[in-house]
């Protein structure tokens, strides 16, 4: 069965480094996302990703974030300068439509990212 | 602002029982409705989707209401065995962009 995968499972980084997170969507998917959850707190909106532009960002998605999909199958979440409060698991998550033509629009996620910054 | 709730925040019962999980919504321009179980430290596993014109939807042991007009869905679990232990996520769909996920129910099964 497709699946949305993810690298790296667990980063460690320093405060101040960069981080790129990579997720492969399912191959067929068109709207791509990527979530994050704080120990211990709700499961947060990032981005949402659509013919190679961002249509939707929340709050949290500061100038310190980008995604980027580089060629066919990979989806970068990039953190220029990462700070203690990064620390969070990031899921990536697609469907293959807005429900449209019958497509219930449902959400596949990955095993998800654990970043860690000391 | 768009919010949902899921209540109780944590529930444990013994082997066999049936329970029933509940979730609110604010925004009553629902497209779906997503059911996730998440393990300790892992991914976000789909249970059960209900479409906005969908009533509800039955897995094996798992039936998920939507009750639009009250912005509330409930996730029953039938026979509940240890192996449900997880927590279980409700999440809004409005539009054909995000999701916007509950608090979560910490659901606890012992033998």
């Known amino acids: 069965e497709p699946e949305v995968t993810q690298t790296p499972s667990h980063q460690v980084t320093q405060m101040g480094q960069e981080v790129i997170l990579r997720c492969v969507p399912i191959?067929?998917?068109?709207?791509f996302y990527w979530y994050r959850q704080i120990l211990g707190q709700k499961v947060e909106f990032l981005v949402s990703?659509?013919?190679?532009?961002?249509?939707?960002k929340s709050e949290i998605f500061d100038d310190q974030f980008s995604v980027e999909r580089p060629d066919g199958s990979n989806f970068t979440l990039k953190i220029r300068s990462t700070k203690l409060e990064d620390s969070a698991m990031y899921f990536c998550?697609?469907?293959?439509?807005?429900?449209?033509?019958?497509?219930?629009?449902?959400?596949?996620f990955g095993e998800g990212s654990r970043l860690t910054v000391l | 602002k768009q919010e949902v709730t899921q209540i109780p925040a944590a529930l444990s019962v013994p082997e066999g029982e049936n329970l029933v999980l509940n979730c609110s919504f604010t925004?009553?321009?629902?497209?779906?409705l997503q059911w996730f179980r998440q393990d300790p430290g892992k991914g976000l596993t789909s249970l059960l989707l209900?479409?906005?014109?969908?009533r509800e939807q039955t897995s094996g042991r798992l039936n998920a209401s939507l009750d639009k007009s009250s912005g509330r869905s409930t996730l029953y679990i039938a026979a509940s065995q240890p192996g449900d232990s997880a927590t279980y996520l409700c999440?809004?769909?409005?539009?054909?962009?995000?999701?916007?996920f509950g608090t979560g129910t910490r659901l606890l099964v012992s033998p």
């Open positions: 998550a697609s469907t293959l439509s807005g429900g449209y033509r019958g497509n219930t629009g449902e959400l596949f």
């Open positions: 191959s067929n998917h068109l709207y």
């Open positions: 990703f659509y013919n190679n532009e961002i249509s939707e």
């Open positions: 925004d009553s321009a629902i497209y779906n």
């Open positions: 209900i479409q906005s014109s969908q």
């Open positions: 999440a809004e769909r409005t539009g054909f962009q995000k999701l916007v």
